[in-house]
């Protein structure tokens, strides 16, 4: 008696779930993984807003990072 209660509501939970899934995949919500990240490694008394941030390191290459060129 209890299965005929649960599945129905393990339906809608599953709906649900998909609907909010595709809902923040629309919004934009998982186009920029990698910032966020890094995000943790500036210091916020120094640096500016992110905007700025992103903005200089497309125009300059010299502010991306590199790693040495062995000789």
Known sequence: MRILLLV???????GLAV???VWTVRRGQFDDLDTPALDILT???D???RS???SSS???PST???T???D
């Not at 129905?8 to 599953?14: A, F, K, M, N, Y």
Request: proline share 11%; no cysteine.
């Open 68 to 70: 040495p060129d062995a």
């Open 58 to 60: 497309s125009t300059s």
């Open 19 to 21: 609907w909010a899934f």
């Open 47 to 49: 640096t500016p807003r």
């Open 43 to 45: 210091n916020d008394d």
């Open 64 to 66: 991306s990072l590199r």
């Open 8 to 14: 129905p509501i393990g339906l809608v939970l599953l």
């Open 52 to 54: 700025t941030i992103l």
